[in-house]
Nanobody, 115 residues
């Protein structure tokens, strides 16, 4: 049973920082990538950041230069460091891990940025 345990969400003022963590437990083979999605009220769910186990990272344009994704392959853990947060970053953030067979998702954590 694969489980993703997510932490680090919360309420911050604009310009503040948060670090999200997500640890995947259970045996997962042939991992393709790990990353974070988010969904804001009234908006479609979007990919925020991803990192392959080859080290390639990708970010949606709106977070480039502010967010940094990293991972520990041995622990199947992914992090999202979020700096210079803006109100438009307010959303539920979901972590995921994918292998060649399936995708696994965290429960979601609320990030709220006040203005």
């Amino acid at each position: 049973q694969v489980q993703l345990v997510e932490s680090g969400g919360g309420l911050v003022q604009a310009g503040g920082s948060l670090r999200l963590s997500c640890a995947a437990s259970g045996s997962i083979f042939s991992i393709v990538d790990m990353g974070w999605d988010r969904q804001a009220p009234g908006k479609q769910r979007e990919l925020v950041a991803r990192i392959t186990f080859g080290g390639t990272t990708n970010y949606t344009n709106s977070v480039k230069g502010r967010f940094t994704i990293s991972r520990d392959n041995a622990k199947n853990t992914v992090y999202l460091q979020m700096n210079s947060l803006k109100p438009e970053d307010t959303a539920v953030y979901y972590c995921y891990v994918r292998n060649v067979r399936a995708a696994y998702w965290g429960q979601g954590t609320q990030v709220t940025v006040s203005s």
